[in-house]
């Protein structure tokens, strides 16, 4: 599913050149779901943000779905960012203006899906993610663990094969954080990779293996808990378990 | 999905404040481009009006004399007599009245005797035999003056008979319809009859000010001479109307010692003064417009500016989900384009308003529903170019906003 080899990203201000990423190679495999952590400033949130298109890097290469994305135009990166990766923030990052229902609506029209299609993909991720009766509320009448719940329900309404979470729970409490949790469970339970960056070990105990950055290289790799890979189902579950 | 719930419609329902105010000031710039529109047209079209004379060979010139003896009728034939030999000098006419300028008479003309019939209000043009050719106005049917008819009353022998006119086509029109003009009685005044002799093409005489009834004209044959003043108005060949201004003026100075040339005009500059008014209106409502359009275009900026700097997080977001930099542009476009039509509609009505009110209050012409299509494409083409660039801007916003900025 992602292939990086070599991939370093170097920040450049006048002053200081930050090598946020350096000779990082990862590779996660169709399926499967890993846990990212590691200190602030390790690089966490560069090595998410490399492997959902919205930054470029400076050397290595980087292939996603088969795909090399390195040289890709503006406009093909915002094509892959719609069609194959959903991404849930730390801050939820709901449309403030819009309601649940038209936050979930924004990838799929981007996408240029038909009206019937759309409102029936909006209808399914907000079922799957217990919000059908608040498809009208707007993001500020909804609780931190809703808005994440929406935040969810939009990155997959379009069905996307990744799924990249920035610290999904950093701003929620422990309950609703297990929540969220057991979602993402759910959806790569689906077939869907899942890359989750956490501060938290015990959330990070439930993903297959753990990936440790520091200063943006891959310290090391913390093999799948029994209990996780036992759980899942699925095609994917060959492919993963080849790590 | 019906248009009520499109999320453009409720993000901006959301927050309306600066878009209603936007609107607003779109309608009222809208109402404002339209109407002045139509008014400038109005103007340019009657300054573009023929005058029916040569203006750029064509002066005159006051002369008035300061003794109690002055007789008008030598002075201006010696004037005339040497006017006619000076070399670049075309013809020369001693009138009263000077074309294009409000230094003139008006008589009432009718078919009728005044206090029985309908009459009009006519510019009234003593010349002499000379004074067509000076004018430079063919006649379109009949005759010119001839000298022998040419009347000089004085105040000893007052003379209130006229006898013979000549009139403009637009006059004769406006009094027989499309009934020959030419040999019919008319009334000037209060006065005995008149045959009309000759009818000239149409020319602006003095007194009307460049206005609806501009071309209506009576010449009468007459020297008037119970003013202490004359006006002789001289046309030149091609080009030679300056020096023999110059000319005719030191001449007419030295020649009589009592004589002073009073103002000299040249057409066109009376001409220029004529329309004065309808110039300094159609520049002050351009000028206007303008601003107005300049400060449409300020509010449409700003409020897209300060768009772009409230939503760079949702933007990032936007680009985060697939959207592409033309998406934004779009986004942008899109939502001042509903803007633009609620304060277009708004406009519509408004112009409509001002313009029924001018036609009832200032009785101009009804509104051409041609000047509100152009009016609000005018204003959608405006308004989508202001929004350009805080567009451009947005656009540029890159999609690591969304997990840089908490
Ligand atoms: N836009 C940027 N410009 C300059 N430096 C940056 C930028 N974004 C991140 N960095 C730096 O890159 C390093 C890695 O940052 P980040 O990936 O956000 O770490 P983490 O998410 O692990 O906390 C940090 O030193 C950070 O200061
Ligand atoms: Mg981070």
Redesign the pocket.
């Known amino acids: 599913m992602l292939e990086m080899h070599n991939i370093s990203k170097i ?1 450049r ?1 006048d002053l200081i050149e ?1 090598h ?1 990423l350096r000779e990082f190679s990862l590779q996660v495999a169709a399926g499967e779901f890993i846990a990212v952590s ?1 200190p ?8 998410l943000n490399v492997a959902g298109l919205l930054e470029t890097f400076d050397s290595g290469t980087y292939k996603l779905d088969g795909q090399d994305i390195r040289g890709l135009s503006d406009n093909a990166r915002s094509r892959i960012r719609n069609e194959k990766i959903g991404f849930v923030f730390q801050s939820f990052n709901l449309i403030p203006d819009l309601d649940i229902f038209d936050n979930v609506d924004v990838p799929l029209r981007y996408r240029g899906m038909k009206a019937a299609e759309r409102t029936a993909r909006i209808a399914n991720s907000l079922e799957l993610v217990g919000l059908s009766s608040r498809m009208r509320h707007l993001p500020a009448q909804l609780s931190g663990g809703q808005q994440q719940r929406a935040a969810i329900a939009r990155a997959i309404a379009g069905d996307p094969a990744l799924i990249l979470a920035d610290e999904p729970t950093g701003n929620l409490d422990s309950l609703m954080a297990r929540q969220i949790m057991d979602l993402l469970e759910k959806i790569n339970s689906m077939g869907t990779t899942v890359v989750l960056v956490t501060h938290d070990p015990e959330l990070a105990r439930r993903a297959e293996r753990n990936i440790h ?1 520091i200063d ?1 290289l891959v310290a090391d790799t913390v093999p799948a808990s029994g209990a996780r890979r036992r759980e899942r189902q699925g095609p994917a579950h060959a492919e993963s378990a080849t790590d | 999905m019906a248009l009520t719930s499109h999320p453009l419609l409720s993000a901006l329902r959301r927050n309306p404040t600066g878009a209603v105010l936007i609107a607003l000031q779109i309608g009222i710039t809208l109402a404002i481009l339209v109407n002045a529109a139509a008014i400038v047209t109005h103007a340019l079209q009657k300054m573009d009006r023929p005058t029916g004379l040569d203006t750029r060979d064509t002066f005159a010139m006051e002369v008035a004399d300061l003794s109690r003896q002055f007789n008008v009728y030598s002075a201006s034939s010696a004037d005339l007599a040497y006017l006619r030999h000076l070399p670049g000098v075309a013809a020369a006419s001693v009138i009263v009245g000077i074309p294009l300028t409000d230094d003139g008479g008006t008589t009432t003309v009718g078919r009728l005797p005044e206090s029985q019939g309908p009459t009009i209000t006519s510019a009234y043009l003593p010349v002499d035999q000379q004074g067509l050719r000076t004018l430079d106005v063919p006649l379109v049917a009949g005759r010119d003056f001839r000298a022998s008819e040419i009347r000089v009353p004085t105040v000893a022998h007052p003379d209130p008979r006229i006898g013979i006119v000549i009139v403009t086509q637009a006059l004769a029109n406006a009094l027989f319809a499309h009934r020959s003009a030419l040999g019919q009685s008319i009334y000037l005044g209060g006065r005995t009859p008149s045959t009309i002799i000759g009818i000239t093409r149409n020319f602006m005489g003095p007194q009307l000010g460049g206005g609806e009834h501009a071309y209506d004209t009576v010449l009468v044959p007459e020297i008037v001479t119970q003013y202490a003043a004359y006006d002789l108005l001289v046309r030149t060949q091609p080009g030679k109307r300056a020096v023999v201004l110059r000319e005719a003026k030191r001449h007419i100075d030295a020649a009589d010692q009592n004589a002073v040339v009073g103002y000299t005009w040249t057409l066109s500059h009376a001409k220029y003064r004529m329309y004065s008014g309808l110039r300094n209106l159609a520049v002050f409502l351009s000028f206007l417009t303008l601003v107005m359009l300049v400060l449409c275009c300020l509010g449409i900026f700003g409020l897209g500016t300060f768009n772009v700097v409230t939503r760079t997080r949702q933007i990032g977001i936007r680009r985060a989900l697939g959207a592409r930099r033309r998406d934004i542009v779009t986004l942008f476009l899109a939502e001042n384009a509903i803007t633009v039509s609620a304060g277009a509609i708004f406009g519509c009505f408004l112009a409509l308003g001002i313009g029924q009110w001018l036609t009832t209050h200032d009785g101009l012409a009804r509104l051409d529903p041609w000047y509100l299509l152009v009016g609000v494409a005018v204003l959608a083409l405006t308004s989508q170019l202001a929004v350009w660039q805080p567009a451009r801007r947005a656009a540029r916003i890159p999609p690591a906003v969304a997990t ?1 900025t908490i």
């Open positions: 920040y201000t930050t946020a590691g602030s400033g390790s690089g966490k949130t560069t090595f950055i943006g | 840089r």
